[in-house]
């Protein structure tokens, strides 16, 4: 068992997205056999990529205001919003707001890849 | 691309856990193909059982205050305290605090069960 604030994992940059923060708070190496847990901060201002990948996204938003954008649209974001962004589907978390944007964003680990297709 | 607010998603109880409710905000139902998110509070006073099964769990607390008691012992549960339990070991959530303990807890669907071990 690990338990520990998140705020105690260090905070990294992430490639591609200037002022954006990522800390891993729980993945690979903790143990976690299937999927990570990681927590973003988007400054005022920034967002993050509007891009896709083979991987879906659970979402939970802790602070701030923003909104998704994706194929469909645009979607607000606020405190205790929930996204879940399918593989394949094109994205962009965008903060709108004053304040920090913070959520959660959970994803599966690569080694998954296929494993559940079609289950 | 589902987005909306977690108390969108109807609270059920949860059995054995009296005063426990419980939010599936995104499960297998909603596309996601490998973990679901669900949303817990637990009232002053009360608690999850002391149990265990194979899957693991990825927690954030969002709300209140309270402990986590696992095989190791126990540890304080904050706003913003992050536990990883793994599949197989016993553990417990328990509001020792005056309001709702409120806290993401995902887990991967049970088909997962096995397909990712010794990965």
Known sequence: ???????????????????????????????????????????????????????????FVLAGRGHVRGEAGEFPLGEGTVAFIPGGEMHQLVNDGEGVLRFLCLIPHPKLEGLARGG
Chains 1, 2 share one sequence.
């Open 1 to 59: 068992m690990k338990v520990q604030h998140y705020t105690e994992t260090a905070a990294e940059g992430v490639p591609g997205m200037p002022g954006v923060a990522v800390r891993w708070v729980i993945a690979e190496a903790d143990g976690a056999p299937h999927f990570a847990m990681r927590v973003f901060d988007v400054p005022a201002g920034a967002a993050t990529e509007y891009h896709q990948h083979w991987w879906e996204h659970e979402i």
